[in-house]
């Protein structure tokens, strides 16, 4: 197997070929996050990327959930080539197949627990009636019910990162993405969300994450290695 | 149904924003306010003028005397009369004089011309040697009825180079009130005979009033100049040709006074706009990351400065109503009534119109929008990564 080429035996339901993304290209702070990066993610797959901070794990899955476009490369989404989409289409993507969770939550101040899990239905045909119950229901299998109406603010770490949790899945999405989804959270609110993880897995969703974490790197199904904005499929050589 | 839901998510945000939402809002009752104050006292005091010319006569004659208007011997009046299509032709004195300190204006009429509109609240119509004063002019001196009211008119001797002015003195029989509120506070009425005896002209008069049968006007005015070339006639086109140039001059003076204030405005606008400007940054990074579109987070700010733009407007609509109703449009009513100071001795006229309001509603889209839209457009234009950073 090639250095930053990792295919994996499921389906090919994401595949990347020949990624980089490069910050301020051709300016004195050019940073090149990733290099050449190649993988296929299958379908309801739990797939991880591991390494240290600014390896480049948040720019890739960034890029895999279609938040970015690669300066190089093209990334396949059930055989659509997603750089190749319009912002409307992008925006129209990962409003219905990409749920996210951000490493630091960017729950909405002034909104509710509710109010934040049901931003992304704001936009939709749905009443107000009719988000306030997804959003509510969501919140109660995360048992987050009796938080429904606090503020973030008003929230723990752990809380926040359910009503994030909840968020990215009122639309339902096939595609989940997590960024360091352990970090900023107690060992017990940890079980939590790998017992979660367990059962989005079990209902078919494709998980995503990045993570330092090693209890999490051990319920993935593939774990990648990123060092310097490479990608090493587990034990590769640097 | 997903306008709506954009429509309710932006009045949330107002409320959400309170400090953001109230600076906003401040900011542009204090740029409409003089506006909508201004209009709506300008078109109470030009509908005034209009009803004045509308009800007075077809036309006013004087004598050319130096290129201005001079005295007209009163008996003019007789000889206009009897020229076919004349209803009606009167001689009338009409000066300004100062009483206590204070600039009026003293009329003069025959005592079957006094103008039937007038409403006496107090007392009756003038008989010789008395007066009847204007309501405005009343409260604002502190007249009343059997008060004496000395008009300083007439130099009757300089002793030292200090002129000696005579006084003659009035008893006031009557305090009246008109449509026009402007007219009634300055006004002094007395018969004609007491006005010519005040100024010493005897047989002259400042003008004649001449009214009309309907279509004859131009054959009268022909008729009247042809009787002496020095006659200066003005027609009650005329009249109201003057009062609405001497209206949109006043108007314009503070329409570019007002352009300079807006334009000073939008910087500053531009500014508090961008108050709370990162945290909003970071929130339509998290929208457009969620799957909203960028058309979707302008809309969504758009209908925020629509309500904005509403409430402010409004909310300045409901300051100048009050400012003007409760307190007699303060400081504002001098700008476009001469020589009243900045608290108007009489109820000012106003008139509030739908025109005005919305022109406000306009301006304050355009000032929130100037500040808004851009910074929200590039926002929502760089990948949501950027925006949340």
């Known amino acids: ?238 | 149904m997903r306008h709506l839901n954009l429509f309710y998510t932006a009045a949330d945000n107002i409320l959400r924003h309170k400090l953001r939402s109230l600076v906003v809002l401040l900011c542009l009752v204090a740029i409409l306010f003089p506006f909508l104050s201004a209009l709506a006292v300008l078109e109470g005091i030009r509908q005034q003028s209009r009803i004045s010319v509308e009800e007075g006569a077809d036309l006013y004659v004087t004598m050319d005397m130096y290129g201005r208007n001079g005295m007209i011997p009163a008996g003019i009046a007789g000889e206009i009369e009897k020229i076919d299509g004349v209803e009606e032709a009167f001689p009338r004195v009409i000066s300004r004089i100062t009483i206590e300190g204070k600039l009026a204006v003293l009329l003069g009429l025959p005592m079957d011309e006094m103008p039937s509109s007038l409403k006496f609240i107090q007392g009756n119509r003038p008989q010789p040697d008395e007066v009847v004063v204007g309501r405005g002019l009343a409260k604002n001196l502190g007249l009343k009825i059997g008060d004496n009211l000395s008009i300083g008119v007439r130099i009757y001797a300089v002793i030292d180079h200090v002129p000696y002015l005579q006084k003659k003195v009035y008893r006031i029989s009557g305090i009246f009130d008109s449509a026009s509120s402007i007219w009634t506070s300055d006004l002094v009425l007395v018969n004609l005979e007491d006005a010519i005896a005040t100024y010493e002209m005897e047989d002259f008069v400042t003008d004649i009033v001449v009214y009309v049968k309907p279509g004859r006007t131009g054959f009268v005015a022909e008729e009247i100049r042809r009787m002496n070339a020095y006659f200066r006639i003005q027609t009650k086109e005329m009249a109201g040709r003057y009062v609405t140039e001497g209206f949109n001059a006043r108007g314009g003076v503070f329409t570019i006074l007002y352009t300079v204030a807006f334009a000073l405005s939008v910087p500053a606008i531009l500014v508090l706009s961008g108050f709370g400007l990162s945290a909003r940054t970071r929130e339509i990074g998290i929208f457009k990351a969620l799957g909203w579109q960028s058309r979707e987070v302008l809309e969504m700010v758009f209908f925020e400065n629509i309500l904005l733009a509403l409430i402010g407007a409004l909310s300045a609509f409901l300051l100048s109503f009050i400012w003007i109703k409760m307190f007699n449009a303060p400081f504002i009513a001098r700008v476009f009534i001469a020589e009243i100071g900045s608290f108007a001795p009489f109820d000012v006229p106003v008139r509030f119109l739908p025109l005005p309001f919305l022109l406000a509603f306009v301006l304050a889209l355009v000032l929130t929008l100037a500040g808004s839209i851009y910074p929200t457009w590039k926002a929502a234009t760089v990948p949501p990564v950027e925006a949340m950073r």
């Open chain 1, 1 to 238: 197997m090639m250095r930053g080429d990792a295919r994996s035996g499921h389906d090919a339901f994401i595949h990347c070929e020949g990624i980089w993304k490069i910050f301020s290209p051709g300016k004195l702070h050019e940073v090149c996050a990733l290099v050449d990066v190649t993988l296929t993610v299958g379908k309801g797959s739990f797939t991880l990327f591991h390494g240290p901070s600014g390896s480049g794990k948040t720019t890739l899955i960034g890029l895999l959930g279609t938040m970015d476009r690669p300066s190089r490369g093209r990334i396949h989404i059930e055989g659509r080539d997603t750089t190749a989409f319009s912002d409307v289409a992008r925006c129209r993507f990962r409003r219905r197949r990409v749920g996210f969770v951000f490493q630091a939550f960017h729950l909405i101040e002034k909104f509710s627990a509710w109010e934040n899990v049901a931003v992304p239905l704001v936009p939709l045909d749905l009443t107000h009636r009719e988000r306030r119950r997804k959003a509510l229901e969501l919140l109660d299998r995360l048992g987050l019910s009796d938080r429904a109406d606090h503020l973030p603010g008003e929230l723990s770490g752990g809380e926040q990162q359910r009503v994030a949790m909840a968020r990215a899945l009122i639309n339902n999405p096939d595609i989940l993405i997590l960024d360091e989804p352990t970090s900023n959270i107690d060992a017990e609110t940890v079980a939590s969300v790998m017992e979660l993880l367990g059962e989005l897995k079990a209902e078919g969703k494709t998980i995503i994450a990045s993570s330092h974490d090693r209890d999490l790197v051990q319920s993935a199904d593939r774990v990648f290695e990123l060092r310097r904005g490479s990608l090493f499929p587990p034990g590769g050589a640097p």
